[in-house]
């Protein structure tokens, strides 16, 4: 049995498909995050659940939610279950009224109960199902209260589902063009009388992607049946509002208690004040890197560090020496994977320290308020809070942030999106950040990270402000986004959307950064003569060596610097293991040791906002290359960020020796 998963956004649907089917996915506080069908299957059963982006109607404005409504066009399944925000029922019957109206064996699970429960407000569910002819579930997925009464229900025998007989009536004039409209789709056409009746509905209430379909069939026949459009639309959703209004009179036993509310409006009075947000948003990252850096992953990360360099890399050495392993392999094993992949493991604790921070704001509520306290500053330059979204999601990685653009719909704003995302300190440049400022900023480490932060943003802003104008955008696109109440997150989702985003950063030191290790030992092991005589002789000393004048303006010259720059376009990971190895060290203590003889502070920092602003990883290239369907703005991206980020180093570089930093 195939089941579609609906929902609003933010109504804790991802959640809800995690649990069913235990897997996890990605789960933010606001749209389109799940930005393509998922298919997930209850374990024991032959249930599978299709998790279908996060939409308000049915009616399409992005990518994300085409998705949604081209699947109940073309798409085959047996039930539909839609999660609702129990607390926000007014807003999420809406959708439910167009998806009963489709006419499959309907599901309504009312989520978040612990937020009805926390207002002091009263359901009955009962009065719900008898008037919308569903079943109706209470869970709050957060915890997993209620899923497993859902969950035994789901892969029951599909005839303990009531047969659908949803009917809500437009009113005589807007039901005799109904009547027409799904006269011709069954008679002509041969659709279902169910199906018809739906088609027109949606026809009738403007939805865009249903007037396409019937262009594209041309069912000709339909488009004379609809003389007045705007009329028509207003009286499909009047119909509608007064239902769910009515409806939620009747179901609601108790109104909720507006002191509960009043503390989140408390809150946000701060967290958006138009003045103070802004400044709230810098005070709370340069917190989460104080966190990352001084205080919790800062010394998890040296005490990681002295382990692996210390006792297990001497021990390996001793092993590999009793076992009689030749001096190529020992070094490749010592001084390539252990120093290279092993030397940027060790950030893994300061890594994962962010990433927790990062799920803390999102889970808690404030994430959402950050997109809003954005929004006003994104119109300055041509765009929204909408376009905000994906740069937050940068901060992990910019590949999820570049796809995550297909949540705008108007297509000049979501390429501008696309083009700035790389610009957003990933967590892949982490490793770097994490060297340097050990090495020259030992005091002022999370002030150095943040305007390191600030200005990726501050450049990604003056940039589409610059794309605005030269694109000409003048269309805008709608920015909604759930400001759900403040909670405390449980320690279980905290854990669990840290692991997800670290886990890329794990699974990218067994594949891509291993390769890379490997790699950059042999160009750094051998030379034209076969195995070099020491490492200034070896290829990357050459190809460095070759390429080092033309950074020296930027203040960093070695050529050990120089080869990670580029070994950094592969992944931006690989730049920490390429220092490692080409310094031959052993560990971050000795690298940093190595680093204060090549490297002023102004030096220093001029190299950390050239890897923040060059030429993305080759991933970052390829999700462009697939959202924008070019390789030309690939292409462009590269060499533009290059170019920028030489401008920007430049400036910071001579400004500070200019004025003797």
Same mark, same amino acid.
């Given at each position: 049995?195939?089941?579609?998963?609906?929902?609003?956004?933010?109504?804790?649907?991802?959640?809800?498909?995690?649990?069913?089917?235990?897997?996890?996915?990605?789960?933010?506080?606001?749209?389109?995050?799940?930005?393509?069908?998922?298919?997930?299957?209850?374990?024991?059963?032959?249930?599978?659940?299709?998790?279908?982006?996060?939409?308000?109607?049915?009616?399409?404005?992005?990518?994300?939610?085409?998705?949604?409504?081209?699947?109940?066009?073309?798409?085959?399944?047996?039930?539909?279950?839609?999660?609702?925000?129990?607390?926000?029922?007014?807003?999420?019957?809406?959708?439910?009224?167009?998806?009963?109206?489709?006419?499959?064996?309907?599901?309504?699970?009312?989520?978040?109960?612990?937020?009805?429960?926390?207002?002091?407000?009263?359901?009955?569910?009962?009065?719900?199902?008898?008037?919308?002819?569903?079943?109706?579930?209470?869970?709050?997925?957060?915890?997993?209260?209620?899923?497993?009464?859902?969950?035994?229900?789901?892969?029951?025998?599909?005839?303990?589902?009531?047969?659908?007989?949803?009917?809500?009536?437009?009113?005589?004039?807007?039901?005799?063009?109904?009547?027409?409209?799904?006269?011709?789709?069954?008679?002509?056409?041969?659709?279902?009388?169910?199906?018809?009746?739906?088609?027109?509905?949606?026809?009738?209430?403007?939805?865009?992607?249903?007037?396409?379909?019937?262009?594209?069939?041309?069912?000709?026949?339909?488009?004379?049946?609809?003389?007045?459009?705007?009329?028509?639309?207003?009286?499909?959703?009047?119909?509608?509002?007064?239902?769910?209004?009515?409806?939620?009179?009747?179901?609601?036993?108790?109104?909720?208690?507006?002191?509960?509310?009043?503390?989140?409006?408390?809150?946000?009075?701060?967290?958006?004040?138009?003045?103070?947000?802004?400044?709230?948003?810098?005070?709370?990252?340069?917190?989460?890197?104080?966190?990352?850096?001084?205080?919790?992953?800062?010394?998890?990360?040296?005490?990681?560090?002295?382990?692996?360099?210390?006792?297990?890399?001497?021990?390996?050495?001793?092993?590999?020496?009793?076992?009689?392993?030749?001096?190529?392999?020992?070094?490749?094993?010592?001084?390539?994977?252990?120093?290279?992949?092993?030397?940027?493991?060790?950030?893994?604790?300061?890594?994962?320290?962010?990433?927790?921070?990062?799920?803390?704001?999102?889970?808690?509520?404030?994430?959402?308020?950050?997109?809003?306290?954005?929004?006003?500053?994104?119109?300055?330059?041509?765009?929204?809070?909408?376009?905000?979204?994906?740069?937050?999601?940068?901060?992990?990685?910019?590949?999820?942030?570049?796809?995550?653009?297909?949540?705008?719909?108007?297509?000049?704003?979501?390429?501008?999106?696309?083009?700035?995302?790389?610009?957003?300190?990933?967590?892949?440049?982490?490793?770097?950040?994490?060297?340097?400022?050990?090495?020259?900023?030992?005091?002022?480490?999370?002030?150095?990270?943040?305007?390191?932060?600030?200005?990726?943003?501050?450049?990604?802003?003056?940039?589409?402000?610059?794309?605005?104008?030269?694109?000409?955008?003048?269309?805008?696109?709608?920015?909604?986004?759930?400001?759900?109440?403040?909670?405390?997150?449980?320690?279980?989702?905290?854990?669990?959307?840290?692991?997800?985003?670290?886990?890329?950063?794990?699974?990218?030191?067994?594949?891509?950064?291993? +390769?890379? @290790?490997? *790699? !950059?030992?042999? #160009? =750094?092991?051998?030379?034209?003569?076969?195995? &070099?005589? %020491?490492?200034?002789?070896?290829?990357?000393?050459?190809?460095?060596?070759?390429?080092?004048?033309?950074?020296?303006?930027?203040?960093?010259?070695?050529?050990?610097?120089?080869?990670?720059?580029?070994?950094?376009?592969?992944?931006?990971?690989?730049?920490?293991?390429?220092?490692?190895?080409?310094?031959?060290?052993? +560990?971050? @203590?000795? *690298? !940093?040791?190595? #680093? =204060?003889?090549?490297?002023?502070?102004?030096? &220093?920092? %001029?190299?950390?906002?050239?890897?923040?602003?060059?030429?993305?990883?080759?991933?970052?290239?390829?999700?462009?290359?697939?959202?924008?369907?070019?390789?030309?703005?690939?292409?462009?991206?590269?060499?533009?960020?290059?170019?920028?980020?030489?401008?920007?180093?430049?400036?910071?570089?001579?400004?500070?020796?200019?004025?003797?930093?």
């Amino acid at each position: 049995m195939k089941i579609a998963l609906f929902g609003n956004p933010n109504t804790g649907k991802t959640t809800v498909f995690n649990h069913l089917t235990d897997s996890y996915a990605y789960v933010g506080n606001w749209s389109g995050v799940t930005v393509e069908k998922k298919i997930g299957k209850i374990n024991h059963s032959f249930v599978s659940i299709i998790d279908l982006p996060g939409v308000y109607s049915l009616n399409p404005l992005t990518k994300d939610e085409a998705v949604a409504t081209h699947f109940l066009l073309h798409e085959s399944f047996d039930q539909t279950l839609n999660i609702l925000n129990a607390a926000q029922l007014k807003r999420n019957l809406l959708l439910t009224i167009e998806l009963l109206e489709y006419g499959k064996p309907t599901v309504l699970v009312l989520n978040m109960m612990d937020i009805v429960k926390k207002q002091d407000m009263e359901l009955n569910p009962t009065v719900l199902a008898n008037e919308l002819h569903a079943t109706i579930f209470q869970t709050d997925a957060r915890t997993n209260k209620g899923m497993a009464e859902l969950k035994s229900f789901l892969i029951g025998e599909p005839s303990s589902t009531p047969s659908p007989s949803f009917y809500l009536d437009y009113g005589e004039p807007v039901e005799a063009i109904i009547r027409k409209g799904q006269n011709l789709l069954t008679t002509i056409y041969q659709h279902e009388a169910i199906f018809a009746r739906w088609m027109m509905i949606q026809f009738l209430a403007g939805n865009n992607m249903i007037e396409k379909f019937i262009a594209t069939n041309h069912y000709e026949g339909l488009l004379s049946l609809k003389k007045d459009p705007q009329a028509l639309e207003d009286a499909v959703y009047a119909v509608r509002l007064e239902f769910i209004e009515e409806l939620l009179k009747k179901a609601t036993l108790k109104e909720a208690n507006q002191k509960t509310t009043a503390l989140t409006k408390k809150i946000d009075h701060l967290t958006t004040h138009p003045i103070w947000g802004m400044p709230l948003f810098l005070m709370i990252f340069y917190f989460m890197f104080k966190l990352t850096f001084d205080w919790i992953g800062g010394p998890l990360s040296d005490l990681f560090d002295a382990f692996l360099s210390g006792p297990f890399s001497s021990n390996v050495s001793l092993f590999l020496t009793w076992i009689g392993a030749n001096e190529l392999i020992h070094s490749l094993i010592i001084d390539g994977l252990i120093a290279g992949v092993g030397g940027v493991l060790v950030f893994m604790p300061q890594i994962f320290v962010l990433f927790a921070c990062i799920s803390f704001l999102e889970d808690s509520g404030y994430m959402a308020r950050a997109a809003l306290v954005m929004d006003r500053l994104m119109e300055s330059v041509g765009l929204n809070g909408k376009a905000f979204i994906p740069l937050l999601i940068g901060f992990g990685c910019n590949v999820p942030g570049i796809m995550a653009a297909r949540t705008i719909e108007q297509p000049k704003e979501r390429l501008i999106t696309t083009l700035i995302s790389p610009f957003m300190s990933c967590s892949a440049r982490l490793p770097i950040y994490s060297l340097f400022i050990a090495a020259f900023f030992e005091k002022n480490q999370a002030l150095i990270v943040l305007s390191l932060y600030v200005l990726g943003i501050l450049v990604a802003i003056i940039l589409a402000k610059f794309y605005s104008l030269i694109f000409k955008t003048t269309d805008s696109s709608i920015f909604i986004v759930d400001l759900p109440e403040y909670n405390l997150p449980k320690l279980s989702i905290l854990w669990r959307g840290t692991w997800d985003k670290g886990k890329g950063f794990v699974k990218k030191a067994g594949t891509v950064i291993f +390769g890379g @290790t490997v *790699l !950059i030992w042999s #160009l =750094s092991y051998f030379n034209f003569s076969g195995v &070099a005589s %020491s490492i200034e002789t070896s290829f990357m000393a050459a190809i460095g060596s070759f390429l080092a004048p033309f950074f020296a303006p930027l203040g960093f010259y070695s050529w050990q610097a120089v080869s990670a720059i580029i070994t950094g376009i592969l992944a931006k990971e690989v730049v920490g293991s390429t220092m490692l190895i080409l310094f031959h060290v052993g +560990g971050e @203590t000795a *690298l !940093i040791g190595q #680093l =204060s003889s090549v490297f002023t502070p102004l030096q &220093a920092y %001029s190299f950390l906002v050239f890897v923040l602003l060059y030429i993305p990883c080759f991933a970052v290239l390829g999700a462009i290359r697939a959202e924008t369907g070019s390789w030309f703005w690939s292409f462009y991206s590269a060499l533009s960020s290059f170019i920028i980020a030489y401008g920007v180093s430049f400036m910071i570089y001579q400004t500070g020796m200019l004025f003797h930093f």
